[in-house]
T-cell receptor, first 114, second 114 residues
């Protein structure tokens, strides 16, 4: 069974205090690892896709990395507007049809205080 | 360009009542998905569709039915609502093609079953 585990569940940071979020996974047939950001009362918004171990992607203060068993989302010098829930998801094949589906972790709630 | 639109945004039901959630997308996407999001459990796939007239079960399909009569619409039905179906429901869609193959989510529908 495909499993995605995110840690920590919640993270409180001071503005400028860098940190990392972890996403560990056990899946068959990984077809990509996705990071999404979700603000309260809204749907998830796409951040990054990583396909192979060693790959890295950056966007402003966020940097995602991937190994064979886990991914990290590094937040460098965060600002209050980086406060959100960050979701990790693995893309795996659908069983009953061509194509893929996303299996999500439980998310990490990040609060950045000014 | 509206993207993915879900209606209603909020609904309160009594146990045993029925209702339908509507998802509409204007991006001509072939694939559509219904997820539910519960605290600490992440997003779980209920049903999905890979094209007009086709639907399939996801991870947690019991108590739900779906229909995809038109390519742009994906309906999620609850025939006899139960308190365990209290959740936030998200619809998502994506293009069939490869590449980043990113899911676009709606804003969510919050359902409370009393």
């Amino acid at each position: 069974e495909d499993q995605v585990t995110q840690s920590p569940e919640a993270l409180r940071l001071q503005e400028g205090e860098s940190s990392s979020l972890n996403c560990s996974y056990t899946v068959s047939g990984l077809r990509g690892l996705f990071w999404y950001r979700q603000d309260p009362g809204k749907g998830p918004e796409f951040l990054f896709t990583l396909y192979s171990a060693g790959e890295e992607k950056e966007k402003e203060r966020l940097k995602a990395t991937l190994t064979k068993k886990e991914s990290f989302l590094h937040i460098t010098a965060p600002k209050p507007e980086d406060s959100a829930t960050y979701l990790c998801a693995v893309q795996v094949p659908l069983i009953k049809a061509a194509g893929n589906k996303l299996t999500f972790g439980g998310g990490t709630r990040v609060l950045v205080k000014p | 360009n509206a993207g993915v639109t879900q209606t209603p945004k909020f609904r309160v039901l009594k146990t045993g009542q029925s209702m339908t959630l509507l998802c509409a997308q204007d991006m001509n996407h072939e694939y559509m998905y219904w997820y539910r999001q519960d605290p600490g459990m992440g997003l779980r796939l209920i049903h999905y569709s890979v094209g007009e007239g086709t639907t399939a079960k996801g991870e947690v399909p019991d108590g739900y039915n779906v229909s995809r009569l038109k390519k742009q619409n994906f309906l999620l039905g609850l025939e006899s609502a139960a308190p365990s179906q209290t959740s936030v429901y998200f619809c998502a869609s994506k293009w069939r093609g490869g590449g980043a193959n990113v899911l676009t989510f709606g804003a969510g529908s919050r359902l409370t079953v009393l």
